[in-house]
């Protein structure tokens, strides 16, 4: 049995206190029995935001037992240095991270971010212990082309270059095409199988069947808690990815709830 992961990336969003607050009532909503039990749930708020975030969340935690555990949204390649801007996956863990999403599309998109920087960050964040969120998938031009994947296969090939293990309790794909992130286009739950079908089987390729069977594969692209009972109940598909409907508490934990609930864990 795969563990179901839920994430949610909260992007350039909310206050340090509205995140702080935000993150204890996710906790709190999960802590009434909304299946946080049976999935692993993650909130990547804004660098300037985890320690609050954090301490939102150990409130409740210390409390209940519930764990909403912290990501990052990147984490540069190495531990220190003249890099402006950046912050290591060691300073990332220092306060308390045990996630860091790597090479999001908007990333790729907006900062540069290549198939090769990803990787160098990636093998960083695994290195320091951190668990990764690796995305990738392709724009609305390459999925017209017949071109996905072909751009999934580039990606995982170089994106995990380097990377010995793959499996329980470790890295997590998010398979994210460009064309469903934010615009009300979510991929249907076939064209999300066959996706991430496919990406299981270039895991296996890449690695072994056994790795491939144990990686977390997640979905993300306007996840919303009318959808992602269908999503889930894809055999390929182990959790999500989720950027708008993560800044409301209500509707990030019904996603976190139909997750289990489709999976006939809730
Ligand atoms: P939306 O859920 O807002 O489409 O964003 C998805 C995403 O990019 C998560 O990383």
Redesign the pocket.
Known sequence: MREIVIAG?WKMNTTPFEGAMLARKVAELLSAGNGATVVTVVVCPPATHLAMAQAGIASVTTESGVKVELGAQNAHWEHKGAFTGEISASMLKFIGCRWVIIG?SERRQWFGETDETANKRLLRVIRNGLRPIF?IGETLEEREADRAFEVIERQLKIGLDGVENIGRGGLVIAY?PVW???TGHTATPEQAQEAHQFIRSQLSEQFSEEAAAATVIQY????TPDNAGQLMACPDVDGG?????SLKADSFSAIVKAAAEAKGRG
């Open positions: 990336n999001h995305c994210e469903a992130i934010g993300g692209g306007s996840m990815l989720v950027g708008g409907a």
